[in-house]
């Protein structure tokens, strides 16, 4: 590995483990102030810490700190499989971290209440309705990555509409499937004390969703 893809790693694991740090900090602060923030608060914790890390890790890496933006990249050759690979993984060891270090600043009380933090799929809501949701969420902020961000005709606004996406993906698809967009999202708060019930829902839905937006945009609106 060069000097320049041990940069990148250790910037999407950065980006990635305040993205869950914060999404799960968020959560257990609505419920300690018995909610306080509410759904507004945690999409705009989620939404602006996006906005900012994006922007800040954008010339590193790109600013993925998702593996379906990964994916996305990756099948339109926008990175190449051994990157795409060490990419996911230093995301999903970011947001494992995360999970990890936030119970040194959070009651283990608090944490266990809000199952960690961990997205999940709201009440009566079926894994098939779950998947569509994650699915629809992750194209709409892949297809603004791509139109934001990674075409060189886009404005240079940073991750500022890209965290807009999040916070707007939450406000809809929160109480549905947790909102997560991102498997990294789930897997680190899940694996720590979240339960892993439904993983798959959370994988293959934005997994889906990134590849759908990322060659649609690709095939179709990128600059030929």
Known sequence: MTAMKWKAFIAEFIGTFALI??????????????????????????????????SATAAVSGGHLNPAVTFGALLTGKIDPKNAGGYVLFQCLGAIFAASLIKLSIPIQVLNAVSMGTPALGSGISPIAGVAMEFFLTFFLVFVIFGTAIDPRAPQVGGLFIGLTVALDILAGGPISGGAMNPARHLGPALLGGGLGNIWVYWVGPLLGGAAAALLYELTLAKS
């Open 21 to 54: 740090f914060i999404g799960v900090g968020a959560i257990a602060a609505n419920h300690i102030t018995e909610g306080g923030a509410g759904l507004t608060g945690i999409a705009l914790a989620h939404g602006l810490t996006i906005a900012v890390m994006v």
